[in-house]
């Protein structure tokens, strides 16, 4: 059975990872759409940006964002003036798992944009749709599953994010400690092996079960196969 520490941790994770999830998730969408429907001098420095966190060790992005969002920050300094503070706060930890996630979302989406056929949107166009209403009512439709993929993906992502959080807003009870930080903590602990095998199901449980969500939803849009 899970304790009282073991369901707040559990909360902390999901609410750190689905908001991380939904702020990213238009970004993601945006970037996608850009390398994948335009050419323009940079797109290949654009496109090694956005996955530079895949190659990079999570220890030097937490890092970049302790410079970029710290108290010192230029970025800090202008959210906090917001009144808004990522510097050992919950918020922090899901500005980590957001940057981590995003290039697995863009990805994601790219690909499914992609694979949508612009004549398509070509014959929309052709029947009087302008250029946003045949991109709404017909690449973005057939794009769905990319998208939900990408939300599958993105939230696998932030729920398992470790190195950039410990980094950025260290391993805070009740603030800061998601999943991976306490199965870190407990396993640092002496007796603390039952809490390991109980968070770390926790985790595999919460993983699958978006798994199965998402080929759920893919399949009562009619979508293709996520996997």
Same mark, same amino acid.
């Not at 702020?23 to 945006?30: D, H, K, N």
């Not at 920050?73 to 918020?91: D, N, S």
């Not at 694979?115 to 209403?133: I, K």
């Not at 595999?204 to 399949?219: C, D």
């Given at each position: 059975?899970?304790?009282?520490?073991?369901?707040?941790?559990?909360?902390?994770?999901?609410?750190?990872?689905?908001?991380?999830?939904?702020?990213?998730?238009?970004?993601?969408?945006?970037?996608?759409?850009?390398?994948?429907?335009?050419?323009?001098?940079?797109?290949?420095?654009?496109?090694?940006?956005?996955? #530079? %966190?895949? $190659? @990079?060790?999570?220890? &030097?992005? +937490?890092?970049?964002?302790? =410079? *970029?969002?710290?108290?010192?920050?230029?970025?800090?300094?202008?959210?906090?003036?917001?009144?808004?503070?990522?510097?050992?706060?919950?918020?922090?930890?899901?500005?980590?798992?957001?940057?981590?996630?995003?290039?697995?979302?863009?990805?994601?989406?790219?690909?499914?944009?992609?694979?949508?056929?612009?004549?398509?949107?070509?014959?929309?166009?052709?029947?009087?749709?302008?250029?946003?209403?045949?991109?709404?009512?017909?690449?973005?439709?057939?794009? #769905? %599953?990319? $998208? @939900?993929?990408?939300? &599958?993906? +993105?939230?696998?992502?932030? =729920? *398992?994010?470790?190195?950039?959080?410990?980094?950025?807003?260290?391993?805070?009870?009740?603030?800061?400690?998601?999943?991976?930080?306490?199965?870190?903590?407990?396993?640092?602990?002496?007796?603390?092996?039952?809490?390991?095998?109980?968070?770390?199901?926790?985790?595999?449980?919460?993983?699958?079960?978006?798994?199965?969500?998402?080929?759920?939803?893919?399949?009562?849009?009619?979508?293709?196969?996520?996997?």
């Amino acid at each position: 059975m899970l304790s009282p520490d073991d369901w707040a941790i559990v909360a902390l994770s999901l609410k750190v990872g689905l908001v991380a999830v939904l702020l990213t998730l238009p970004v993601a969408f945006a970037l996608a759409w850009v390398l994948a429907r335009t050419r323009f001098p940079g797109r290949l420095l654009l496109d090694a940006l956005v996955h #530079l %966190p895949l $190659v @990079l060790p999570p220890v &030097v992005m +937490g890092w970049l964002l302790l =410079l *970029g969002f710290g108290a010192n920050g230029p970025f800090g300094r202008f959210f906090a003036e917001l009144g808004v503070t990522f510097l050992f706060r919950w918020t922090g930890a899901a500005l980590a798992a957001a940057v981590m996630a995003l290039p697995l979302m863009v990805r994601a989406i790219r690909l499914s944009l992609e694979a949508v056929d612009p004549r398509l949107e070509a014959a929309a166009r052709t029947l009087g749709a302008g250029p946003w209403r045949a991109f709404a009512t017909v690449a973005l439709p057939l794009s #769905l %599953p990319g $998208v @939900l993929a990408a939300t &599958v993906l +993105g939230l696998a992502r932030s =729920l *398992g994010e470790f190195g950039a959080t410990i980094t950025f807003v260290s391993n805070i009870p009740g603030e800061t400690r998601t999943l991976p930080l306490a199965i870190y903590s407990a396993l640092q602990m002496p007796g603390g092996d039952a809490q390991v095998v109980r968070l770390a199901a926790i985790s595999v449980a919460l993983s699958l079960g978006a798994l199965v969500a998402s080929e759920a939803l893919a399949r009562r849009m009619g979508g293709t196969r996520v996997a």
